[in-house]
Protein backbone atom coordinates (compact mmCIF):
# COMPACT_ATOMS: atom_id res chain seq x y z
CA UNK A 1 0.00 0.00 0.00
CA UNK A 2 2.74 2.39 0.75
CA UNK A 3 4.15 1.80 -2.86
CA UNK A 4 0.97 2.71 -4.50
CA UNK A 5 0.92 6.14 -2.21
CA UNK A 6 4.79 6.68 -3.34
CA UNK A 7 3.22 6.30 -6.51
CA UNK A 8 5.78 3.53 -7.94
CA UNK A 9 2.70 0.95 -8.34
CA UNK A 10 -1.15 1.23 -9.54
CA UNK A 11 -2.46 -1.55 -7.64
CA UNK A 12 -2.02 -4.46 -5.16
CA UNK A 13 -3.81 -7.72 -5.17
CA UNK A 14 -4.53 -9.24 -1.83
CA UNK A 15 -5.30 -13.05 -1.41
CA UNK A 16 -6.89 -13.56 2.36
CA UNK A 17 -5.30 -16.66 4.35
CA UNK A 18 -6.11 -20.05 3.14
CA UNK A 19 -7.87 -18.52 -0.25
CA UNK A 20 -7.45 -21.85 -2.45
CA UNK A 21 -9.36 -23.73 0.28
CA UNK A 22 -12.47 -21.66 0.42
CA UNK A 23 -12.68 -21.01 -3.03
CA UNK A 24 -12.81 -24.78 -3.55
CA UNK A 25 -15.56 -24.48 -1.15
CA UNK A 26 -17.55 -21.26 -2.46
CA UNK A 27 -17.23 -24.31 -5.87
CA UNK A 28 -18.65 -26.81 -4.10
CA UNK A 29 -21.50 -25.75 -1.83
CA UNK A 30 -22.19 -22.61 -4.00
CA UNK A 31 -24.95 -20.48 -1.88
CA UNK A 32 -24.84 -22.84 0.59
CA UNK A 33 -21.24 -22.39 1.82
CA UNK A 34 -20.53 -20.00 4.77
CA UNK A 35 -19.80 -16.51 5.05
CA UNK A 36 -16.72 -16.87 6.53
CA UNK A 37 -15.56 -18.85 3.19
CA UNK A 38 -17.42 -16.10 0.63
CA UNK A 39 -14.85 -13.59 2.16
CA UNK A 40 -11.91 -15.51 2.57
CA UNK A 41 -12.26 -16.59 -1.13
CA UNK A 42 -12.37 -13.26 -2.57
CA UNK A 43 -9.17 -11.48 -4.51
CA UNK A 44 -8.97 -7.55 -3.21
CA UNK A 45 -7.55 -4.84 -5.12
CA UNK A 46 -6.40 -1.40 -4.52
CA UNK A 47 -6.23 0.88 -7.10
CA UNK A 48 -4.46 4.41 -7.73
CA UNK A 49 -7.43 5.74 -9.49
CA UNK A 50 -6.22 9.26 -9.76
CA UNK A 51 -5.53 7.95 -13.73
CA UNK A 52 -9.17 7.11 -14.91
CA UNK A 53 -8.35 5.71 -17.87
CA UNK A 54 -5.21 3.71 -16.27
CA UNK A 55 -7.87 2.53 -13.33
CA UNK A 56 -10.37 1.25 -15.92
CA UNK A 57 -7.99 -0.45 -18.23
CA UNK A 58 -6.42 -2.52 -15.29
CA UNK A 59 -9.98 -3.42 -14.40
CA UNK A 60 -10.85 -4.42 -17.68
CA UNK A 61 -7.90 -6.70 -18.03
CA UNK A 62 -8.80 -8.04 -14.80
CA UNK A 63 -12.14 -8.97 -15.58
CA UNK A 64 -11.66 -10.37 -18.93
CA UNK A 65 -8.38 -12.25 -17.79
CA UNK A 66 -10.42 -14.01 -15.02
CA UNK A 67 -13.12 -14.70 -17.46
CA UNK A 68 -10.21 -16.53 -20.15
CA UNK A 69 -8.93 -18.18 -16.72
CA UNK A 70 -12.24 -19.78 -16.12
CA UNK A 71 -13.18 -20.90 -19.64
CA UNK A 72 -9.80 -22.48 -20.00
CA UNK A 73 -10.32 -24.21 -16.89
CA UNK A 74 -13.77 -25.59 -17.66
CA UNK A 75 -12.67 -26.77 -21.26
CA UNK A 76 -9.67 -28.81 -19.30
CA UNK A 77 -12.31 -30.09 -17.19
CA UNK A 78 -14.48 -30.97 -20.16
CA UNK A 79 -17.15 -28.91 -18.63
CA UNK A 80 -20.00 -26.64 -20.74
CA UNK A 81 -18.82 -23.14 -20.67
CA UNK A 82 -22.12 -21.74 -21.64
CA UNK A 83 -22.98 -21.81 -18.04
CA UNK A 84 -20.10 -20.14 -16.58
CA UNK A 85 -20.42 -17.01 -19.00
CA UNK A 86 -22.35 -14.38 -17.48
CA UNK A 87 -25.89 -13.41 -18.96
CA UNK A 88 -24.69 -9.97 -19.81
CA UNK A 89 -22.95 -10.44 -23.87
CA UNK A 90 -21.51 -7.65 -25.66
CA UNK A 91 -21.30 -8.91 -29.58
CA UNK A 92 -19.56 -7.46 -32.13
CA UNK A 93 -19.99 -3.30 -32.31
CA UNK A 94 -21.35 -1.74 -34.80
CA UNK A 95 -18.24 0.90 -35.19
CA UNK A 96 -14.91 0.15 -33.58
CA UNK A 97 -13.66 -2.69 -31.68
CA UNK A 98 -13.68 -3.72 -28.65
CA UNK A 99 -10.20 -2.48 -27.82
CA UNK A 100 -10.87 0.58 -28.90
CA UNK A 101 -8.00 3.12 -26.90
CA UNK A 102 -8.29 6.78 -25.96
CA UNK A 103 -5.68 8.02 -28.19
CA UNK A 104 -8.25 6.87 -31.23
CA UNK A 105 -10.98 9.01 -29.37
CA UNK A 106 -9.06 12.51 -28.27
CA UNK A 107 -6.88 12.15 -31.82
CA UNK A 108 -9.54 13.52 -34.36
CA UNK A 109 -10.18 16.44 -32.07
CA UNK A 110 -6.87 17.60 -31.11
CA UNK A 111 -5.54 17.00 -34.72
CA UNK A 112 -9.00 19.85 -35.68
CA UNK A 113 -7.86 22.31 -33.22
CA UNK A 114 -3.95 22.25 -33.90
CA UNK A 115 -5.13 22.50 -37.73
CA UNK A 116 -7.56 25.64 -36.31
CA UNK A 117 -4.85 27.36 -33.96
CA UNK A 118 -1.70 27.59 -36.17
CA UNK A 119 -3.09 29.30 -39.47
CA UNK A 120 -5.08 31.45 -36.95
CA UNK A 121 -1.65 32.37 -35.32
CA UNK A 122 0.13 32.48 -38.75
CA UNK A 123 -2.49 34.91 -40.63
CA UNK A 124 -2.65 37.33 -37.66
CA UNK A 125 0.78 37.51 -37.14
CA UNK A 126 1.48 37.87 -40.84
CA UNK A 127 -1.18 40.64 -41.63
CA UNK A 128 -0.54 42.79 -37.71
CA UNK A 129 3.13 43.00 -39.36
CA UNK A 130 2.39 44.54 -42.52
CA UNK A 131 -0.08 46.86 -40.81
CA UNK A 132 2.73 47.59 -38.31
CA UNK A 133 5.46 48.56 -41.38
CA UNK A 134 2.87 50.89 -42.88
CA UNK A 135 3.17 48.64 -46.12
CA UNK A 136 -0.74 48.30 -45.68
CA UNK A 137 -1.71 51.35 -45.40
CA UNK A 138 0.71 52.25 -48.58
CA UNK A 139 -0.82 49.94 -50.57
CA UNK A 140 -4.76 50.61 -49.83
CA UNK A 141 -3.39 54.03 -51.06
CA UNK A 142 -3.07 52.79 -54.65
CA UNK A 143 -6.65 51.52 -54.40
CA UNK A 144 -6.16 48.23 -52.60
CA UNK A 145 -9.32 47.29 -50.56
CA UNK A 146 -8.67 44.97 -47.56
CA UNK A 147 -10.75 42.52 -49.44
CA UNK A 148 -7.54 42.18 -51.59
CA UNK A 149 -5.29 42.26 -49.09
CA UNK A 150 -7.32 39.53 -47.65
CA UNK A 151 -7.48 37.29 -50.13
CA UNK A 152 -3.72 37.64 -51.04
CA UNK A 153 -2.65 36.46 -47.36
CA UNK A 154 -5.47 33.93 -47.63
CA UNK A 155 -3.51 32.62 -50.91
CA UNK A 156 0.05 32.25 -49.16
CA UNK A 157 -1.62 30.79 -45.97
CA UNK A 158 -3.75 28.61 -47.70
CA UNK A 159 -0.87 26.51 -49.19
CA UNK A 160 1.21 26.32 -45.55
CA UNK A 161 -2.27 24.88 -44.70
CA UNK A 162 -2.09 22.15 -47.31
CA UNK A 163 1.53 20.92 -46.59
CA UNK A 164 0.10 21.08 -42.70
CA UNK A 165 -2.93 19.60 -43.27
CA UNK A 166 -0.95 16.58 -45.12
CA UNK A 167 1.37 16.29 -42.57
CA UNK A 168 -0.13 15.76 -39.62
CA UNK A 169 -2.68 13.64 -41.12
CA UNK A 170 0.23 11.36 -42.09
CA UNK A 171 1.64 11.40 -38.71
CA UNK A 172 -1.89 9.99 -37.24
CA UNK A 173 -1.94 7.73 -39.93
CA UNK A 174 1.59 6.60 -39.60
CA UNK A 175 3.05 7.53 -36.58
CA UNK A 176 0.12 7.10 -34.18
CA UNK A 177 -1.46 4.41 -36.18
CA UNK A 178 -4.91 5.62 -36.26
CA UNK A 179 -6.46 3.63 -39.12
CA UNK A 180 -8.83 5.82 -41.10
CA UNK A 181 -12.19 3.39 -41.94
CA UNK A 182 -13.81 6.64 -44.49
CA UNK A 183 -13.19 8.37 -46.76
CA UNK A 184 -9.52 9.63 -46.38
CA UNK A 185 -10.20 12.69 -49.06
CA UNK A 186 -13.27 13.68 -47.14
CA UNK A 187 -10.92 13.90 -43.91
CA UNK A 188 -8.68 15.88 -45.52
CA UNK A 189 -11.24 18.48 -46.84
CA UNK A 190 -12.54 18.67 -43.40
CA UNK A 191 -9.07 19.35 -41.90
CA UNK A 192 -8.68 22.46 -44.68
CA UNK A 193 -11.88 24.00 -43.91
CA UNK A 194 -11.47 24.16 -40.31
CA UNK A 195 -8.08 25.64 -41.04
CA UNK A 196 -9.78 28.15 -43.20
CA UNK A 197 -12.02 29.00 -40.46
CA UNK A 198 -9.03 29.48 -38.23
CA UNK A 199 -7.20 31.63 -41.04
CA UNK A 200 -10.24 33.60 -41.05
CA UNK A 201 -10.23 34.04 -37.85
CA UNK A 202 -6.94 35.18 -37.48
CA UNK A 203 -7.57 38.16 -39.97
CA UNK A 204 -10.47 39.33 -37.58
CA UNK A 205 -7.60 39.18 -35.23
CA UNK A 206 -5.46 41.22 -37.05
CA UNK A 207 -8.32 44.16 -37.76
CA UNK A 208 -8.97 44.46 -33.99
CA UNK A 209 -5.22 43.92 -32.75
CA UNK A 210 -2.55 46.51 -33.37
CA UNK A 211 0.44 44.05 -32.10
CA UNK A 212 1.65 40.91 -32.65
CA UNK A 213 1.71 39.65 -28.81
CA UNK A 214 -1.74 41.18 -28.23
CA UNK A 215 -3.27 38.85 -31.37
CA UNK A 216 -1.91 35.71 -30.01
CA UNK A 217 -2.92 36.33 -26.38
CA UNK A 218 -6.20 36.56 -27.63
CA UNK A 219 -6.23 33.65 -30.04
CA UNK A 220 -4.69 31.98 -26.76
CA UNK A 221 -7.60 32.81 -25.06
CA UNK A 222 -9.81 31.99 -27.13
CA UNK A 223 -7.94 28.31 -28.15
CA UNK A 224 -8.33 26.89 -24.82
CA UNK A 225 -12.00 27.41 -24.24
CA UNK A 226 -12.33 25.77 -27.57
CA UNK A 227 -9.87 22.76 -27.13
CA UNK A 228 -11.17 22.00 -23.53
CA UNK A 229 -15.51 22.37 -24.36
CA UNK A 230 -15.54 21.05 -27.80
CA UNK A 231 -15.37 17.57 -26.84
CA UNK A 232 -11.70 16.92 -27.31
CA UNK A 233 -11.13 15.85 -23.84
CA UNK A 234 -14.16 14.37 -23.18
CA UNK A 235 -17.44 13.20 -24.55
CA UNK A 236 -20.13 16.01 -25.06
CA UNK A 237 -22.45 13.51 -22.88
CA UNK A 238 -20.23 13.62 -19.81
CA UNK A 239 -20.18 17.36 -19.11
CA UNK A 240 -23.22 19.35 -17.63
CA UNK A 241 -26.30 19.88 -19.52
CA UNK A 242 -25.89 23.75 -19.99
CA UNK A 243 -22.13 23.75 -21.04
CA UNK A 244 -23.52 21.21 -23.75
CA UNK A 245 -25.29 24.04 -25.60
CA UNK A 246 -22.13 26.46 -25.22
CA UNK A 247 -20.02 23.69 -26.80
CA UNK A 248 -22.16 23.31 -29.73
CA UNK A 249 -21.84 27.00 -30.14
CA UNK A 250 -17.26 26.39 -30.52
CA UNK A 251 -16.08 26.07 -33.75
CA UNK A 252 -14.50 22.95 -33.45
CA UNK A 253 -17.18 20.80 -31.69
CA UNK A 254 -19.32 19.73 -34.68
CA UNK A 255 -16.43 19.60 -36.75
CA UNK A 256 -14.87 17.48 -34.78
CA UNK A 257 -17.77 14.80 -34.18
CA UNK A 258 -17.52 15.09 -37.78
CA UNK A 259 -13.84 13.78 -38.61
CA UNK A 260 -14.45 11.10 -35.52
CA UNK A 261 -17.41 9.41 -37.52
CA UNK A 262 -15.28 9.77 -40.47
CA UNK A 263 -12.65 8.17 -39.37
CA UNK A 264 -14.08 5.66 -36.85
CA UNK A 265 -17.44 4.89 -38.24
CA UNK A 266 -16.34 5.52 -41.68
CA UNK A 267 -19.52 6.82 -42.31
CA UNK A 268 -20.10 9.29 -45.62
CA UNK A 269 -20.77 12.86 -46.76
CA UNK A 270 -24.97 12.25 -46.31
CA UNK A 271 -25.03 10.84 -42.80
CA UNK A 272 -26.53 12.96 -39.81
CA UNK A 273 -23.24 12.47 -37.88
CA UNK A 274 -20.84 14.26 -41.02
CA UNK A 275 -22.32 17.35 -43.15
CA UNK A 276 -23.45 19.60 -39.95
CA UNK A 277 -19.88 20.11 -39.17
CA UNK A 278 -19.14 21.17 -42.84
CA UNK A 279 -22.31 23.07 -42.56
CA UNK A 280 -20.76 25.01 -39.23
CA UNK A 281 -17.66 25.52 -40.48
CA UNK A 282 -18.46 27.20 -43.57
CA UNK A 283 -20.99 29.16 -41.19
CA UNK A 284 -18.54 30.38 -39.33
CA UNK A 285 -15.86 31.17 -42.37
CA UNK A 286 -18.29 33.52 -43.81
CA UNK A 287 -19.18 35.56 -40.51
CA UNK A 288 -15.55 35.54 -39.68
CA UNK A 289 -14.96 37.08 -42.83
CA UNK A 290 -18.46 39.54 -42.89
CA UNK A 291 -17.25 40.67 -39.12
CA UNK A 292 -13.84 41.46 -40.72
CA UNK A 293 -14.88 43.96 -43.25
CA UNK A 294 -17.37 45.23 -41.47
CA UNK A 295 -15.08 46.15 -38.69
CA UNK A 296 -12.37 47.85 -41.16
CA UNK A 297 -15.39 49.35 -42.93
CA UNK A 298 -16.94 51.19 -39.97
CA UNK A 299 -12.85 51.98 -38.70
CA UNK A 300 -12.26 53.26 -41.93
CA UNK A 301 -15.33 56.10 -42.38
CA UNK A 302 -14.68 56.60 -38.24
Known sequence: MNDIRLTKLWGVMIFSANFTENLKDRFLFGVYAGEDNLKQSRVTFHLDM?????G???QKNLYSSLQDFMFSLARACKVDTNGMDTPLHFDTPVYGNNDTNFTEFIAPGVLLSLLFFFPLCSAGVSMITEK?????ERTMVTGVTHLDLMISHFLTQIVLLICQAAFSFAIMISVFKIQVHGSIVLALALGMEIGISGISFG???AAVCNDELEAVMVSMATFFPNFILSGVMWPLEGMPYYLQHIS???PCTLAGETLRSII???VTFSHNAVWPGFLSTWIYICFYWVLTLSYTHFKKRK
Open 132 to 136: KSGAM
Open 203 to 205: FLM
Open 50 to 54: SSKQV
Open 56 to 58: LQI
Open 264 to 266: ARG
Open 248 to 250: YAL
